[in-house]
T-cell receptor, first 114, second 106 residues
Framework: ETGVTQSPTHLIKTRGQQVTLRCSSQ?????VSWYQQALGQGPQFIFQ???????GRGNFPPRFSGLQFPNYSSELNVNALELDDSALYLC?????????????FGEGSRLTVL | KNEVEQSPQNLTAQEGEFITINCSYS?????LHWLQQHPGGGIVSLFM???GKKKHGRLIATINIQEKHSSLHITASHPRDSAVYIC????????FGAGTRLTVKP
């Protein structure tokens, strides 16, 4: 067990709805990154938060947004859901911004958009 | 061309065989990570490399920074090693390979 927990584990939404996914980081880690993993593919970087500030963003539209809280838990919000947003969403915490330490992943939230 | 290429995509081995999975990348990196993903999605970190070679039990990982290439070796493979192995590189913005699906048959 990594110490990183994500919720919910599974959820189903319809096109146009909004979703919030949550991640509780490994104790002591001030950096969290979110990834989207489509079926059969490797994860893709969405964004990273370091000490409550966004520290880099991948090629995702603004309807993907995030927050990190003082207790280092974080949220990924997706507005105006599209069918292609169906994927496994993973968060990973690390002790530094450049990922030179061990990464700790949650089990993921599997989102299905109908 | 993907920034991180893994080979092979799929690999089937008999228990006890020596396994090699390769990763080539084209971006500058702070570190390279080898990850293991089991059905259901959870990802476990196996190695973080910035140079040289690391060994944990039956797993060995090497990296050649000049050639931008890394290999993951599994000695004396076992059915419980069956999983998807993913190479990830970068800095704050990690880039991932598509993964190598390993099946080890008893």
């Amino acid at each position: 067990e990594t110490g990183v927990t994500q919720s919910p584990t599974h959820l189903i939404k319809t096109r146009g709805q909004q979703v919030t996914l949550r991640c509780s980081s490994q104790s002591g880690h001030n950096t969290v990154s979110w990834y989207q993993q489509a079926l059969g593919q490797g994860p893709q970087f969405i964004f990273q938060y370091y000490r409550e500030e966004e520290n880099g963003r991948g090629n995702f539209p603004p309807r993907f947004s995030g927050l990190q809280f003082p207790n280092y838990s974080s949220e990924l919000n997706v507005n105006a859901l599209e069918l292609d947003d169906s994927a496994l969403y993973l968060c990973a915490s690390s002790p530094d911004r450049v990922n030179t330490g061990e990464l700790f992943f949650g089990e993921g939230s599997r989102l299905t958009v109908l | 061309k993907n920034e991180v290429e893994q080979s092979p995509q799929n690999l089937t081995a008999q228990e006890g065989e020596f396994i090699t999975i390769n990763c080539s990348y084209s971006v500058g990196i702070s570190a390279l990570h080898w990850l293991q993903q089991h059905p259901g999605g959870g990802i476990v970190s196996l190695f973080m490399l910035s140079s040289g070679k690391k060994k944990h039990g039956r797993l060995i990982a090497t990296i050649n920074i000049q050639e931008k290439h890394s290999s993951l070796h599994i000695t004396a493979s076992h059915p419980r090693d069956s999983a998807v192995y993913i190479c990830a590189v970068g800095s704050h913005d990690m880039r991932f390979g598509a993964g190598t699906r390993l099946t080890v048959k008893p």
